[in-house]
């Protein structure tokens, strides 16, 4: 089977190219799939920046070995579909996979590259292909007063406009429950899977207690920074928590996000220099796991929230104890995921310390927590993710073969039953049986099989 993934992609600095390479690494282990990554055209991310807030050079960064990396598109321009369809075109692959947030394209400064972007994957299918979609977000359930947006009733129109031809994909998937819910009931959507987020890992790594509070408890934040996820309320929170836990260590670590060049390396300027603060900027992908392993608790210190949090599943990865900003999103996230999450008030920068303090201090639920999130991780390691998503793939493959053949009419229905339009990739049941027959002999995939 052969797959275009369509997303950022390292060395590139912009949003999800992590998410697209541990897609993308995984892809690689299935010997029967044939990966190509069609992905942004390398250029300066001012916004990106090492630990003394120098911008990233991206001439000294090079593609990841191992990779079939085509950089056929590029940040900002209104051209990205006819060049990403001319290339769809050369590989002729069976699935065209997008991983994408609205802004993938362009940003809200430049809306019409921005549609322009968000309207490939419908393009690519009226060409023939099968496309998918990972949604990361929907802006419905964006404070876009949190995150700086200006003329919102104007940008609520156009993202309207732009989630209907993202719809307009064979499939797409979204990660939190109330976003599947509203693209169903506001929409009147019947191509949207419920999927998961995942860790980035093939198997989750348990806690190591030897690393953490040696020396110091370490507070971990990690982002792209400036927008909704911001550092005022934690940087007034921190001088609380040391008051009460006088060993505790702050690292706040990740790019600014690109529509605010420099907003962490003014905040670090705004900070004492007494305070135990590490700024590290962005952080390579190797260390992650140290990163990670050394922290006692990973805070999301956010206004608002645009998607599943990346930072809240890697602590899961590695057994790490969450604090998080008291915002909808992330309470679906953690019941629906189980996650052992302590919420504060958004902008309570006392709540804040307490429910930080209450795990410096607690040794006992500090382990209670990181063995809570730890379990959560093994149940959704990115192996279970990538095999959900490749179950839906050869199903619809095995649809688009018997058609082909002739065995069902070329308009023949093939939908999601009432109860697999609302669960996962791995639980979609489809119709009819004669097809799920036909990919349990030729792909040895049942569409009663789950993780």
Not at 4 to 26: D, I, K, M
Request: glycine residues 6%.
């Amino acid at each position: 089977m052969k797959i275009c993934l369509v997303g950022t992609f390292p060395p590139s600095g912009r949003q999800l190219n992590e998410y697209s390479f541990h897609l993308a690494r995984e892809l690689r282990r299935h010997e029967d799939v044939g990966l190509t990554i069609l992905s942004d055209e390398l250029t300066e991310c001012e916004f990106a920046t090492d630990e003394n807030g120098n911008p990233l050079k991206i001439e000294d960064q090079s593609e990841l070995p191992g990779f079939d990396v085509v950089r056929c598109w590029k940040f900002g321009s209104m051209t990205n579909p006819v060049r990403l369809l001319k290339e769809i075109r050369r590989i002729n692959p069976d699935i065209v996979w997008f991983n994408l947030v609205f802004s993938s394209f362009a940003t809200p400064e430049n809306p019409v590259a921005a549609f322009a972007g968000l309207s490939a994957p419908a393009l690519v299918r009226a060409a023939g292909y099968f496309t998918h979609i990972t949604l990361h977000h929907i802006l419905e359930h964006v404070d876009f007063a949190a995150a700086g947006v200006k003329r919102e009733r104007l940008f609520r129109v156009g993202t309207e406009l732009a989630t209907k031809a993202l719809l307009k994909a064979n499939s797409v998937s979204v990660l939190l429950p109330g976003y599947h819910q509203t693209l169903l009931e506001k929409y009147g959507a019947d191509n949207v899977l419920l999927g998961t987020h995942g860790t980035f890992a093939t198997a989750a790594t348990p806690p190591d207690f030897s690393k953490r509070g040696n020396p110091g408890k370490r507070i971990l934040a990690i982002g792209h920074w400036g927008t909704y996820k911001r550092l005022e309320t934690l940087m007034e929170a921190f001088p609380k928590v040391l008051e009460k836990a006088p060993d505790a260590r702050l690292v706040i670590a990740g790019a600014n996000h690109h529509q605010r060049p420099g907003y962490w390396e003014s905040i670090r300027a705004a900070q004492p220099k007494h305070l135990p603060i590490d700024f590290k900027g962005y952080v390579a992908e190797e260390d992650i796991p140290e990163l990670y392993q050394s922290t006692s608790v990973l805070v999301l210190p956010y206004d608002s929230a645009t998607g599943s949090s990346g930072p809240a599943h890697q602590a899961c990865e590695y057994g790490v104890p969450i604090v998080s900003a008291d915002l909808p999103d992330f309470r679906g996230m953690a019941h629906d995921e189980d996650m052992a999450i302590r919420f504060y008030e958004r902008g309570n920068a006392d709540d804040l310390a307490d429910q930080l303090c209450a795990i410096l201090l607690s040794p006992e639920l500090e382990h209670e927590m990181a063995e809570h999130n730890f379990a959560a991780g093994v149940d959704m390691t990115i192996t279970n993710v990538v095999n959900n998503y490749l179950r839906w793939f050869r199903l619809n493959k095995a649809k688009r073969d018997i058609r082909a053949s002739g065995l069902l009419p070329a308009r023949a229905p093939f939908r999601m039953d009432p109860a697999g339009s609302a669960a996962r990739p791995a639980q979609m049941h489809l119709q009819p049986a004669l097809v799920a027959e036909h990919a349990e002999q030729t792909d040895g995939v049942s569409s009663r099989t789950t993780a």
